[in-house]
C-alpha cells in the first residue's frame, strides 16, 4: 500500500488545533530540552508556560542580544498581544539575521496580522524579510481572530519545511491531528477575504468609539497600533487602574499578567460585543 506524502502539495505548512497549543508545546515539539527562549518584554503568558513546560530557562528582551549562549528559540509576537505593538521591516530582519547567524529557529506569531489599524503588519516569512527562503523561521497564524473561530481550534504553522516536518512527525504520533471537518472549514475561511473585512471593520468601529471614550477620560493609550486591544495606563500601577475602572463597572486585563513591563498598563478588549462597548464608552464619559 502506497501511503500519500500529507506534505506533497506544500512541504512548508502543517493545519494545527489553534495557536495556542503550538505557542505552548512548540518547545517540546521541536525537541528542546536544554537553553533559553527569548519571549518579548511584555508577552501572551503562553510563551513562557511553554518553554517552562519544556524544562527551559525564559529571557524577556525586544532585541537581539549580543550574548547568543544559551539560546535555543526566540518567539516574536507582531501585532502584539496585549499591547498592539507592530514590528518594523528593520525590526524583523535584525532578528532574521541575528538567528541565522546563531543557528536558533525565529518563530512569530501573527495571530492578529489581519487587524493592522495605524500600520499594515508584516510577516516574518514576507520576501521583504525572510529573503528567498524561510530557513531558520516560522510562523503561527489563527482563524480566530480574523474570521471569530475561536471555537474550531483552527489554526496553521509555515515556514522553513525541515522545522515543519520536524514538528509534524512529532504531533501526528501525539495525536495532534485537526479533523478533516474542521480542515475543510479552515480552507472555506482562508478562501474568503470578505468575512475578514467585514469583522475588521466590526473591530474599527469599536475601537474609534472606545480609544475617544479613553482619551476623553483622561488616560493615554500606547501603542495599539494594530490587534484587538487598547494598551491604556493612567501613569499610576495597574491595579489601581483596574480599581477606578472597577468603580466604573469596566473589566480590563493588568498589565502585570503580562510581565513586569506592563505593571503601569492595563489592556482593555475590542471583543466585547457593540451594545458593551458603547456602554463603556458611556460610562468612562459620564
Given amino acids: 500500500m502506497t501511503v500519500a506524502d500529507p506534505f506533497a502539495a506544500d ?50 528582551t525586544d532585541t537581539p542580544p549580543d550574548d547568543a549562549a544559551g539560546v535555543v528559540l526566540v518567539w516574536l509576537n507582531s501585532p502584539g498581544n496585549p499591547h498592539g505593538r507592530v514590528l518594523s521591516d528593520e525590526q524583523l530582519r535584525g532578528w532574521v539575521t541575528w538567528g541565522r547567524a546563531h ?55 509555515s515556514g522553513d519545511p525541515a522545522l515543519v516536518r520536524r514538528v509534524w512527525e512529532v504531533r501526528r504520533h501525539l495525536g495532534l491531528l485537526v479533523p478533516g471537518p474542521v480542515q475543510a472549514a479552515m480552507a472555506a475561511a482562508l478562501a474568503d477575504d470578505a468575512h475578514v473585512d467585514a469583522q475588521r471593520e466590526r473591530y474599527r468601529s469599536r475601537r474609534e468609539r472606545l480609544s475617544a471614550a479613553v482619551r476623553a477620560s483622561g488616560a493615554r493609550i500606547d501603542h495599539s497600533e494594530a490587534g484587538l486591544y487598547l494598551w491604556v495606563t493612567r501613569d499610576e500601577d495597574c491595579w489601581a487602574t483596574i480599581d477606578w475602572l472597577a468603580g466604573l463597572g469596566v473589566v480590563a486585563a493588568p498589565g502585570s499578567f503580562y510581565g513586569p513591563a506592563g505593571a503601569r498598563h492595563v489592556r482593555m478588549a475590542l471583543t466585547a460585543t457593540d451594545e458593551r462597548i458603547d456602554a463603556a464608552a458611556e460610562r468612562l464619559t459620564a
Fill in 11 to 60: 512541504p512548508s505548512v502543517v493545519p494545527t488545533i489553534g495557536s495556542k497549543e503550538q505557542v505552548a508545546l512548540l518547545p517540546t515539539l521541536l525537541g528542546l530540552r536544554e537553553g533559553t527562549v527569548l519571549i518579548p518584554e511584555v508577552a501572551y503568558p503562553t510563551y513562557e508556560v511553554g518553554a517552562v513546560l519544556s524544562g527551559l530557562a525564559v529571557r524577556r
Fill in 103 to 157: 543557528g536558533v529557529p525565529v518563530v512569530a506569531d501573527e495571530c492578529y496580522a489581519t487587524l493592522g489599524w495605524d500600520v499594515q503588519p508584516r510577516s516574518l516569512l514576507h520576501p521583504a524579510v525572510a529573503g528567498d527562503d524561510h530557513t531558520g523561521l516560522l510562523a503561527v497564524h489563527s482563524l480566530s481572530k480574523q474570521s471569530t473561530a475561536a471555537g474550531y481550534r483552527a489554526g496553521l504553522l
